[in-house]
C-alpha cells in the first residue's frame, strides 16, 4: 500500500485558525439549543467535543459545516470569515461533515461510495463526460486514485467492488470516512464515529482518525461518547452543557474539571 503524501501542518501553520465560531448563538421555536459559543481550533488539532446528551454538540457541527444557519455569530475557515454559510460553500472551503447516521448507498459498491465524495469538486462539465473526452478521463482517473488511496489507508482497498450493504456495520462506518478522505479534507467534522462498533473496530478507527491527521495533515473536530476513547484521541476537549461552553483544555484538565462533573452528573454548578 503507497502512503499518500503528507500534508501534515509545518512551523507556525498550528497557530493559524483551521475553524472558528464567534459567539454562535442558535434557538429552535424559542429554545436555545447554543448560546454565545466562540471557539478557535487550530490546525492540526484534534478536538474532542463532549457533553450530556441535548447539550447542542451535533448542532454545533451542523453549524460549522453550514447545514444550520446561527440566529447570531459568525463562522471563519482558514480566516475567511462566513456570516451565513451554506454546506457546499463550507465544503469546497475543505471542511467536510460526517453523521451520527449512515449515509452510505447500499446498493453501490464501496467504490461508487467513496467517488460520490468528489462530485462536488468535478471542473469538467457534463457533456465531456458523455463524449469521453480526455479532459474527462483525467479528472475520471485522479477521482479513483483518490477513492482507491482513501480505501486503502483504511484497509478497504479489497472490498471496493463489494456492494457496501453487504459489509459489516463496523466497515461500513469505515467507508463513510473513506469517503471524506477521499475529499481531500483540509478539516473534518465527525458525528461520533466509533458509534456501535466492538472494541476491535474501534481501535481500527481510532487509527484511521490519528493517520487522517498526522499523515494527511486534516484537522479534527469530533463528538464522541466513548469518554475512554476522547480522552486519548484528542488534544482538547470542548465542554458543552445546554448550549453553553463550560470548559476547554487538555484532556487531563477538562475531566478533573468541577463543572463537567457537575454537568455529567446532572447536578447543579
Known amino acids: 500500500m503507497n502512503a499518500p503524501h503528507s500534508h501534515a501542518p509545518q512551523g507556525d501553520d498550528r497557530s493559524r485558525s483551521a475553524i472558528a465560531l464567534h459567539d454562535i448563538s442558535l434557538s ?3 429554545l436555545d439549543v447554543l448560546r454565545e459559543v466562540s471557539l478557535n481550533v487550530r490546525h492540526g488539532e484534534i478536538v474532542g467535543l463532549i457533553g450530556p446528551n441535548g447539550a447542542g454538540k451535533s448542532s454545533l457541527l451542523n453549524v460549522m459545516s453550514g447545514f444550520y444557519r446561527a440566529d447570531r455569530g459568525g463562522v471563519s475557515i482558514d480566516g475567511a470569515r462566513l456570516d451565513r454559510p451554506r454546506p457546499q460553500r463550507v465544503a469546497r472551503a475543505g471542511v ?8 452510505l448507498f447500499g446498493g453501490m459498491s464501496v467504490l461508487d461510495n467513496v ?12 457533456p465531456h463526460y458523455l463524449l469521453r473526452t480526455r479532459a474527462a478521463r483525467n479528472e475520471d482517473h485522479h477521482n479513483r486514485a483518490l477513492a482507491l488511496d482513501a480505501l486503502a489507508s483504511l484497509d478497504l482497498q479489497d472490498h471496493a467492488d463489494t456492494l457496501v450493504s453487504a459489509l459489516p456495520y463496523g466497515a461500513q462506518k469505515r467507508v463513510e470516512l473513506a469517503r471524506a478522505l477521499a475529499m481531500t479534507p483540509r478539516t473534518l467534522l465527525l458525528d461520533e464515529p466509533l458509534a456501535g462498533m466492538n472494541l476491535d473496530e474501534k481501535q481500527e478507527m481510532v487509527a484511521a482518525i490519528r493517520a487522517a491527521r498526522d499523515i494527511r495533515g486534516a484537522t479534527v473536530v469530533l463528538i464522541e461518547h466513548d469518554i475512554g476513547v476522547v480522552l486519548t484521541l484528542a488534544d482538547r476537549l470542548v465542554v458543552l452543557d445546554r448550549g ?10 477538562v475531566a478533573a474539571d468541577s463543572a463537567v462533573i457537575a454537568a455529567y452528573l446532572g447536578t447543579r454548578h
Open 96 to 103: 467536510v461533515r460526517t453523521f451520527q447516521n449512515l449515509g
Open 28 to 30: 429552535f421555536g424559542g
Open 244 to 253: 453553553r461552553v463550560i470548559a476547554v483544555g487538555p484532556p487531563a484538565t
Open 115 to 126: 467517488l460520490t465524495g468528489r462530485a462536488l469538486h468535478g471542473k469538467v462539465a457534463w
